[in-house]
């Protein structure tokens, strides 16, 4: 295991900026998750980190020692990339062994460690089998096999789960989760969807046009977003932003709503943010009008509307509403977010 260092790091492609001064540092055996929208440069960090692509400025260091001009076989990582790459002429055996290979280790030592990390993956009956012949959750766990085997010094993963179907995404995620838990080992994870970054790692790394945006802990990104991209990135459905004047415990929106915001000492024009999870109903606030009732079983999720401005509200349990009905809704005053106007900075 290792740590990585990542200091003041920058890369263009000719004129092109495409990641600006990016520093972030990863301790030893922590799992870290880069997300953010698609080209925000997530992906091309990870393949500096792997020495797939030249550092422009900066430097990055993996257990202490600068890897810069490294070449990629001598940084002591494993990827595990997005589209599986596996041999479709060997076998699931030959696949996952085929590193060990290179580095001419005996034939018994191929078989022991494949064999060991196949048990780990419930792959023990399919090392016979061809990547045609395997599904596609299948195919992730050979190639995180191939990772695996290795014993490298940090894993990094590039939207591994992409390519699966919702189940199973779900299933793999778990799975990555628990193996990182039995081998400790520093792991780097790309992805766009925030539902894996915020449950799958112990910091997560919100990047936006080359730049991060925040970085910390799962739900201290979710409690305190440092600015409304944050806010609105992270969290699913999204938090409900409503511009307006704070006028001392009590928010006037642009659209007519008045709502509370609680004692804050924050004057002037705001942007009002609170969670659809954060909005009780029925107890007598603002009066809404019911558009869109998704019923998801363990919750309902209600689009609503009032004077204009529509937002999103979620019931941790089945409510008897349906469209065209009123409704009232109170925000919990000690979940309300407020943004500067100007720069979506959290006042």
């Known amino acids: 295991m290792a740590s990585v260092s990542i200091s003041n790091v920058q890369k263009s492609f000719g004129e092109v900026e495409v990641l600006k001064d990016i520093s972030i540092d990863i301790a030893d055996g922590e799992f870290v998750t880069l997300v953010g929208p698609s080209g925000c440069g997530k992906s091309t960090l990870l393949r ?6 030249k550092i ?6 993996i257990d202490g020692r600068v890897v810069n001009n490294v070449p990629s076989m001598d940084r002591d990582i494993a990827m595990v990339f997005q589209n599986y790459a596996l041999y479709p002429h060997m076998t699931v055996k030959e696949n996952m062994g085929f590193s060990l290979k290179m580095r001419n ?3 018994q030592e191929i078989d022991d460690k494949v064999g060991h990390v196949a048990e780990i993956l ?3 009956k399919l090392l016979d089998r061809h990547p045609r012949q395997l599904s596609g959750g299948q195919r992730q766990r050979v190639a995180m096999g191939r990772a695996i085997v290795r014993n490298p010094k940090v894993f990094l993963f590039d939207e591994p789960l992409s390519n699966l179907d919702a189940k199973l995404r779900v299933a793999m995620r778990g799975e990555i989760k628990e193996l990182h838990q039995r081998l400790r080992t520093t792991t780097v994870y790309v992805t766009h969807d925030q539902v894996e970054a915020m449950t799958m790692a112990s910091k997560v790394v919100v990047m936006r046009e080359g730049r991060v945006e925040q970085i910390g802990p799962p739900l201290e990104l979710y409690d305190r977003p440092c600015n409304l991209f944050v806010a609105s990135f992270i969290g699913s459905p999204a938090m409900n932003f409503l511009p307006g004047l704070c006028e001392g415990e009590v928010f006037s929106a642009d659209c007519g709503l008045r709502l509370p915001m609680g004692s804050r000492g924050v004057k002037g024009r705001a942007v009002y943010g609170i969670r659809p999870e954060h909005c009780r ?20 999720q209600l689009v609503l509307r009032s004077a204009g401005q529509d937002f999103v509200c979620v019931a941790h349990d089945r409510v008897d509403v349906h469209p065209g009905q009123t409704i009232s809704i109170q925000p919990d005053v000690s979940k309300v977010h407020l943004f500067d106007v100007e720069t979506g900075v959290r006042l």
């Open 48 to 53: 500096m980190l792997a020495g797939l692509e």
């Open 105 to 107: 280790a005996s034939v």
């Open 56 to 61: 422009t400025n900066g430097s990055m260091a």
């Open 122 to 124: 419930g792959l023990g």
């Open 281 to 300: 109903l029925n107890t007598g606030g603002v009066e809404v009008e019911v558009i869109v009732v998704e019923p998801l079983g363990a919750e309902t």
